[in-house]
């Protein structure tokens, strides 16, 4: 995603929460960079790569600056990879962060996560940047790039947090210096 097509992260819609004692949600996390990894437990690309990207990024970034969010999103084997599995999947793999389970819409664990849904996502990994105002600024499916991500993430915490001002100052600064050719950036 490009600089000049940012949108507003839609909000995490969790029916559940492990490794935290506060529900976060982005509107709370502003003014930090979010790193959102949506993942599933039986996904070999989420377990090799994604997970421990995401825990990496958890023990090497100041969460005071970076905020590192898992989201279990299940689309298939619904039976197999339900709360309590992941409960124990997270201690054997001594996950830190946050992980949120993605919410249904109804009753049953069945069909596609409402917040896998509101982001569009094609599966698992997912690697979603967001801005200290609360901008997506990358959506990426599958692996990123350690270094390209520690780039994009040093990006972001460069910017100034003071409101929506602040991106749209960025973003004509940026078109001027760059000749206007903000579509070879990914952040």
Same mark, same amino acid.
């Given at each position: $995603?490009?600089?000049?097509?940012?949108?507003?992260?839609?909000?995490?819609?969790?029916?559940?929460? =492990?490794?935290?004692?506060? @529900?976060?949600?982005?509107?709370?996390?502003?003014?930090?960079?979010?790193?959102?990894?949506?993942? *599933? $437990? =039986? %996904?070999?690309? %989420?377990?090799?790569?994604?997970?421990? *990207?995401?825990?990496?990024? /958890?023990?090497?970034?100041?969460?005071?600056?970076?905020?590192?969010?898992? =989201?279990?999103?299940? !689309?298939?084997?619904?039976?197999? $990879?339900?709360?309590?599995?992941?409960?124990?999947?997270?201690?054997? /793999?001594?996950?830190?962060?946050?992980?949120?389970?993605? #919410? /249904?819409?109804?009753? #049953?664990? *069945?069909?596609?996560?409402?917040?896998?849904?509101? /982001?569009?996502?094609?599966?698992?990994?997912?690697?979603?940047?967001?801005?200290?105002?609360?901008?997506?600024? =990358?959506?990426?499916?599958?692996?990123?790039?350690?270094?390209?991500?520690?780039?994009?993430?040093?990006?972001?915490?460069?910017?100034? !947090?003071?409101?929506?001002?602040?991106?749209?100052?960025?973003?004509?600064? @940026?078109?001027?210096?760059?000749?206007?050719?903000?579509?070879?950036? %990914?952040?």
């Amino acid at each position: $995603m490009t600089h000049h097509d940012t949108i507003l992260a839609p909000e995490l819609q969790v029916s559940k929460w =492990l490794n935290t004692t506060r @529900s976060p949600t982005l509107e709370s996390l502003r003014g930090r960079v979010v790193v959102l990894h949506a993942f *599933q $437990m =039986l %996904c070999p690309g %989420c377990v090799q790569i994604g997970i421990p *990207q995401a825990q990496r990024i /958890y023990e090497e970034f100041d969460s005071k600056k970076v905020a590192v969010i898992g =989201l279990h999103t299940v !689309f298939e084997h619904h039976e197999v $990879m339900g709360p309590d599995a992941l409960e124990v999947f997270a201690y054997e /793999y001594r996950l830190r962060f946050p992980i949120g389970v993605d #919410k /249904y819409a109804g009753e #049953k664990s *069945q069909g596609m996560p409402l917040t896998m849904e509101a /982001y569009q996502m094609q599966g698992t990994p997912t690697l979603i940047l967001i801005d200290k105002v609360g901008h997506v600024r =990358l959506h990426k499916f599958g692996h990123v790039n350690d270094l390209m991500l520690g780039f994009s993430i040093g990006e972001l915490l460069s910017e100034e !947090f003071g409101g929506e001002s602040d991106v749209e100052t960025k973003k004509q600064k @940026s078109a001027t210096e760059t000749g206007g050719d903000e579509d070879s950036y %990914c952040i």
